[in-house]
């Protein structure tokens, strides 16, 4: 019962934190900020890695993790992939700007 | 506490604060592209402190490795091969993975229970039955938009009509009595549960019209974090309930964001039916009659004599793949000291921010990019507009006309300018399928074509009037 209290706490103290942090978002970055977010929930792979290690030997467990942390990597991994394409694009599209004009 | 633990803790705090400080530098132009790299370096951190400290046995290894190794090839791949215009699809599929992913951890975990003959704890049981339903919602509800988005699914005439509403509730009703039977113990239940709430997912997302879809997307990315959360309660991972609950209220507050960028009220966007939905009534005089159009010579004219040009770029533009040719138009122009800027609609391109990114990977100098607040008073004193493959986001009805569907959402008044060009393939309907008044302005002139060719045309003309030729 503690441990679950404690989670609460940590759960409303992360709600908290996640509105305080997205204040002022320049319309520009709602699409990568949008991505970026999207790559972060993506961590339930540590709940499928979780799952796994306290598997033991029991294929069917491990064969229904490994297909939740294929999924959830493939979530992280494309997620914050595509959007670093995106931002980079931002960055050099600013400086060649700069420098050709 | 053993040391692994301790480890294992110590990285999980560091790996938070990374995380956070990711989610807030993401939302400055200047940082983003660090703090992208920081949240995924926290996420790095926090596997190894999990494997060192749960110490799987050698047959986890492996099906680790192979889950790893497939989902992470596939989301690399396709992260490097999606187009940009198909972001926002992009967006709800890997969304949509999440999601899965916090299903199937959940039904995971709940067959183990049952496969060692124990009963886990109400709470947990009560967290499972949870993460069932968000996880299904979230991966129902993202495989449709995208399925939308990408033009593979339309919305069933039926699914406009109230009946719909009936049909949900009905499913919800399902999803609750399924989950509390689970909840309290029952076996026969679970499939049902994660049936239902599967078919709940569908049927929210289903109904809602293709110009709502980015708010959808922001939703369900506000649902995966949820989803996320609650697999941490199942499993007892702390990180996992920070890490869901950021991205949980942080999607909400980008919603509303989004919402208010389209005038829409969340309620509206979820339970309205799409927007231009056959609704009769208003749409007696939806066929043009006073069209004019011109030709490239002419618009190239009008281009040279003008000093102030304002470009809006719209979907149609990206799909054309003309922003190259436009950035060269536009540079011929600037050279002919025309001031040229690009007017952003909140929602143009296909969801909010799109279509920064897609003039960004056409070159076009980020401080030309305008605002549509800024934008709007500036059209009375602007010469030429060049609408390019923008439709609903140009439409005046949004103002004057209040039986329009589109009434209320925030329009780019180009109207206003002394010339409009609007570059279109044909007088078929925009995203919202609504007339626009705009093409029939006296003011305004129609160039028929691909916006890439007729962009090509222009800069055809322009070349031969010597624009820009020193």
């Not at chain 1, 979530?75 to 931002?87: H, I, Q």
């Not at chain 2, 996420?43 to 494997?51: E, I, P, S, T």
């Not at chain 2, 770029?313 to 793949?321: K, N, R």
Request: aromatic share 4%; charged share 10%.
């Amino acid at each position: 019962m503690d441990g679950f209290q404690e989670q609460l706490w940590v759960l409303l103290l992360g709600s908290l934190l996640g509105l305080e942090l997205i204040g002022k978002v320049p319309p520009t970055l709602h699409t990568p900020l949008m991505s970026g977010a999207n790559a972060i929930s993506g961590i339930t792979m540590l709940a499928a890695l979780t799952l796994m290690a306290r598997s033991g030997e029991n294929t069917l467990l491990l064969s229904l993790g490994s297909v939740a942390l294929g999924f959830a990597l493939f979530n992280v991994v494309g997620g914050f992939l595509v959007t670093d394409r995106m931002l980079t694009m931002f960055r050099s599209g600013r400086k060649r700007s700069g420098g050709s004009q | 506490m053993s040391s692994a633990e301790l480890f294992q803790g110590g990285l999980d705090l560091l790996a938070v604060a990374l995380l956070a400080l990711g989610i807030k530098g993401l939302s400055k132009i200047r940082s983003a592209r660090a703090a992208n790299q920081l949240a995924a370096s926290a996420m790095v951190l926090a596997v190894v402190g999990l494997l060192v400290n749960a110490q799987p046995a050698a047959v986890a290894w492996i099906w680790m490795a192979g889950g790893a190794a497939v989902g992470g090839v596939l989301g690399a791949v396709t992260a490097r091969l999606v187009p940009m215009t198909a972001m926002p699809e992009t967006v709800a599929l890997f969304n949509g993975c999440g999601g899965t992913s916090s299903l199937l951890v959940a039904l995971g975990v709940l067959l183990a229970a049952k496969g060692d003959g124990l009963t886990p704890n109400l709470l947990v049981l009560v967290s499972i039955g949870f993460s069932i339903v968000v996880g299904a919602i979230t991966c129902t509800g993202s495989m449709v938009a995208m399925g939308k988005l990408q033009g593979w699914l339309p919305t069933p005439g039926w699914m406009m009509s109230r009946w719909r509403h009936g049909c949900n509730i009905a499913l919800a009703t399902v999803v609750l009595l399924a989950a509390v039977l689970t909840v309290g113990g029952s076996s026969d239940a679970l499939w049902p549960l994660v049936a239902s709430a599967s078919l709940l997912g569908i049927g929210l997302t289903l109904p809602i019209g293709g110009a709502d879809m980015p708010v959808v997307i922001s939703l369900l990315n506000s649902y995966s974090g949820v989803a996320a959360a609650a697999a941490g309660f199942v499993v007892g991972q702390r990180l996992l309930i920070v890490a869901g609950a950021m991205v949980g209220a942080a999607g909400l507050i980008l919603t509303q964001v989004m919402c208010a960028g389209m005038n829409r009220s969340l309620p509206a966007v979820l339970f309205g039916g799409a927007l231009g939905a056959p609704s009769s009534g208003s749409k007696g005089s939806s066929e043009y009659t006073n069209i004019t159009s011109c030709s490239a010579e002419e618009c190239a004219l009008t281009l040279e004599a003008a000093e102030r040009v304002v470009v809006v770029p719209g979907y149609g533009l990206a799909v054309a793949q003309a922003q190259h040719t436009l950035r060269e138009v536009a540079r011929l122009l600037e050279k002919h000291r025309v001031t040229v800027t690009y007017a952003i609609h909140p929602v143009a391109g296909r969801m909010p921010g799109h279509m920064n990114v897609l003039l960004a990977e056409a070159d076009v100098p980020y401080e030309q990019l305008r605002e549509m607040d800024v934008i709007n008073p500036e059209f009375p004193a602007t010469d030429v507009v060049l609408v390019l493959g923008a439709n609903d986001v140009v439409n005046p009805q949004a103002k004057t006309d209040p039986d329009s569907p589109l009434y209320g959402m925030p329009v780019l008044d180009v109207q206003e300018a002394r010339t409009v060009f609007v570059v279109k393939r044909g007088m078929s309907a925009g995203y919202s399928g609504i007339k626009n008044d705009l093409f029939e302005r006296p003011n305004t002139s129609m160039l028929f074509g691909d916006a890439k060719q007729v962009l090509g045309n222009l800069l055809g003309e322009l070349k031969i009037l010597g624009v820009g030729q020193l």
